[in-house]
């Protein structure tokens, strides 16, 4: 079963605007992690956003912002005032404890676009 | 923020030679690194836990003898891939848990394999 699952194969947007990209995951675990990251055409991974399973507060980071909504298990990405350079893939990717490591699991991934 | 460096950036490789990529995590101790297969315009998928000191432990489907996996210190884990074929060119990308939640990542290397 798929535990993270980003809908959007890709979307566009045009500068300046608002965008919202979209995560939903499924796990039973009481305590886990969400991240976004962004993965321009280089290749990297850079992180954006964390958002813990405890955390009361939606996280912020700069124009960035992580709509947590836990009873609905999604993590929505919102991108505020979008610029030219936000044009890349992003990945939603939760984080569970096994045992004696954590590791990620990546969603699909959404190619955003923006545009003038 | 940390710093994760992944070698060589790019390689290309001829069929049935080896080829070993290095993730090195520069300012931190990693016990924990993950290894990650990245197709082209797919999602990361992992292919292997490598802990300081013990084995790695693989995902299902990945071949333990082909993708060997070293984790001999805590700032260095060595992914060797073992009788290269066409099939294997991909990016591989390194990543490298911190102290608190965050995991950071290698540049990524691109394998060709001709």
């Known amino acids: 079963a798929q535990k993270i699952t980003q809908t959007q194969p890709g979307m566009f947007v045009q500068e300046k605007e608002a965008v919202t990209l979209d995560c939903t995951y499924d796990?039973?675990?009481?305590?886990?992690?969400l991240f976004w990251y962004k993965q321009p055409s280089s290749g990297e991974m850079i992180f954006l956003i964390y958002?813990?399973?405890?955390?009361?507060q939606n996280a912020t980071e700069g124009r960035y912002s992580l709509n947590f909504q836990k009873a609905r298990k999604s993590a929505n990405l919102v991108i505020s005032a979008s610029q030219l350079g936000d044009s890349a893939m992003y990945f939603c990717?939760?984080?569970?404890?096994?045992?004696?490591?954590?590791?990620?699991?990546f969603g699909t991934g959404t190619r955003l676009q923006v545009t003038l | 923020g940390a710093v994760v460096s992944q070698h060589p950036s790019w390689v290309i490789c001829k069929s049935g030679t080896s080829v070993k990529i290095e993730c090195r995590s520069l300012?931190?101790?990693?016990?924990?690194m993950f290894w990650y297969r990245q197709f082209p315009k797919q999602s990361l998928m992992l292919m292997a836990t490598?802990?300081?000191?013990?084995?790695?432990?693989?995902e299902q489907g990945v071949e333990k003898d082909k993708f060997l996996i070293n984790h001999a210190s805590l700032t260095l884990s060595t992914l060797t891939v073992t009788s290269a074929h066409p099939e294997d060119s991909s990016f591989y990308i390194c990543?490298?848990?911190?102290?608190?939640?965050?995991?950071?990542f290698g540049q990524g290397t691109r394998l060709t394999v001709v």
């Open positions: 490598s802990n300081e000191g013990s084995k790695a432990t693989y």
């Open positions: 990543s490298a848990l911190g102290v608190g939640t965050e995991a950071f």
């Open positions: 958002q813990g399973s405890y955390d009361e």
């Open positions: 796990t039973s675990d009481q305590s886990y992690g």
């Open positions: 300012d931190f101790q990693a016990t924990t």
């Open positions: 990717a939760m984080r569970e404890d096994t045992g004696t490591a954590s590791k990620l699991t």
